[in-house]
């Protein structure tokens, strides 16, 4: 069993910066591949990075690429979002995800937490 919990959400403007955290629970965290997906009002979940289990290997949704960077500190259970120059359309529920199978890309995602809302201001 895996439990995710994020945090860091909040109300930015344009062009702010904002870090999400996720802890997780679990013995064996630094084998399980990472994701973080968003959903906005009226729009189906989508991917957004995803950080395999050592950390070599990270992936982006083209739509971020160049402004949010995924990290994990496998010591402490922990997966970051740093979110740079954010823009309006950014503006969702940022859940992360868990892959306890150990292959990349990620599939499936077995564990989700509940989420942080991240509202971008123009």
């Known amino acids: 069993q895996v439990q995710l919990v994020e945090s860091g959400g909040g109300l930015v403007q344009v062009g702010d910066s904002l870090r999400l955290s996720c802890a997780a629970s679990?013995?064996?965290?630094?084998?399980?591949?990472m994701g973080w997906f968003r959903q906005a009002p009226g729009k189906d979940r989508e991917f957004v990075t995803a950080?395999?289990?050592?950390?070599?290997?990270?992936d982006y949704a083209d739509s971020v690429k160049g402004r949010f960077t995924i990290s994990r500190d496998n010591v402490k259970n922990m997966v970051y979002l740093q979110m740079n120059s954010l823009k309006p359309e950014d503006t969702a529920v940022y859940s992360c995800?868990?892959?306890?199978?150990?292959?990349?890309?990620?599939?499936?995602?077995?564990?989700w937490g509940q989420g942080t809302q991240v509202t971008v201001s123009s």
């Open positions: 679990g013995r064996s965290f630094s084998s399980y591949p």
């Open positions: 995800a868990a892959a306890t199978t150990p292959r990349w890309p990620p599939k499936p995602y077995d564990y």
């Open positions: 950080i395999s289990g050592s950390g070599r290997w990270t």
